[in-house]
């Protein structure tokens, strides 16, 4: 329950780090998915992701890597861990998988709205004859 809370806090700076603080113009629209820390707090793992997706996912990850060490010191000052875990971070395609099934659904509604049009129109046809 305490890594829960801890991650929870670590995925709040970190947006909030996201937004006001980090000026790389790499990092625009990106936004923190999920924070992952091990038992011992020696990881944290920071999934991350952009509205353009994966074809920004290197530059992102780069960016990130390379503010590494500012981003662990301004998180270690806003939450107050004995010792602070180091970070990972991760791309996470879950936000671009979850915009292709809706479009699928979409897809699927729209067919299936054909499909009862269809139906219809036979069915008077059948209806007149």
């Given at each position: 329950?305490r890594?829960q809370r801890?991650?929870?806090?670590v995925?709040e700076?970190?947006?909030?780090?996201?937004?006001?603080q980090?000026?790389?113009?790499?990092?625009?629209?990106?936004s923190?998915?999920?924070?992952?820390?091990?038992?011992?707090?020696?990881?944290?793992d920071?999934?991350?992701?952009?509205?353009?997706?994966?074809?920004?996912?290197?530059?992102?990850?780069?960016?990130l890597?390379?503010a590494?060490?500012?981003?662990?010191h301004?998180l270690?000052?806003?939450?107050?861990?004995?010792?602070f875990?180091?970070?990972?971070?991760?791309?996470?395609?879950?936000?671009e998988?979850?915009?292709?099934?809706?479009?699928?659904?979409?897809?699927?509604?729209?067919?299936?709205?054909?499909?009862?049009?269809?139906?219809?129109?036979e069915?008077e046809?059948?209806?007149?004859?």
């Amino acid at each position: 329950m305490r890594i829960q809370r801890i991650a929870g806090r670590v995925r709040e700076e970190m947006s909030e780090l996201l937004v006001y603080q980090i000026q790389d113009p790499r990092l625009l629209g990106v936004s923190v998915t999920d924070v992952q820390i091990d038992r011992e707090l020696a990881f944290a793992d920071i999934y991350v992701s952009a509205v353009e997706g994966q074809e920004r996912a290197k530059d992102v990850i780069e960016a990130l890597q390379h503010a590494g060490s500012f981003i662990r010191h301004y998180l270690a000052e806003k939450v107050q861990l004995r010792s602070f875990p180091k970070l990972r971070f991760f791309w996470d395609p879950t936000p671009e998988r979850a915009d292709r099934m809706e479009k699928l659904f979409a897809q699927l509604h729209q067919s299936d709205g054909a499909d009862l049009e269809m139906q219809d129109e036979e069915g008077e046809q059948e209806d007149e004859e």
